[in-house]
């Protein structure tokens, strides 16, 4: 069994994210997928390995980068659900406001 589980808004950054990079290449576009979903399995065998960010919300979050993404996943339950994956550059604050509250 998966030790994480992908809410449905992850799954559709996941969709995005795959898009945006394969309209230029394919092939990088299925990497950075895969080193994502690789993140996802190395966040679920550790949980507590991401940072608490009390600064930007206080929604009970975690998040972990990949390059230039971020990962934000939910630690205190198990499976560990995978809630957002977004580019680290954007206004991170008001993405939280709008997506987890």
């Known amino acids: 069994m998966m ?33 994502l979903f690789d993140a996802f399995e190395a966040l679920a065998r550790t949980p ?4 608490k960010r009390e600064d930007l ?3 009970p979050v975690r998040f972990w980068p990949v390059g230039s993404y971020l ?3 939910r630690a205190e339950q198990r499976p560990i659900e995978i ?7 954007r206004d991170i ?3 939280l406001r709008r997506r987890l509250h």
Do not use: C
């Open 57 to 59: 919300t206080d929604y």
């Open 48 to 51: 507590g390995m991401g940072h």
């Open 83 to 89: 809630v957002a994956v977004t580019q680290g550059s």
């Open 71 to 73: 990962i934000l996943y």
């Open 3 to 35: 030790g994480y589980v992908l809410s449905v808004d992850a799954d559709l950054d996941l969709d995005e994210i795959w898009e945006y990079i394969a309209a230029d290449n394919i092939d990088a576009a299925d990497r950075w997928i895969g080193k």
């Open 93 to 95: 604050p008001a993405f």
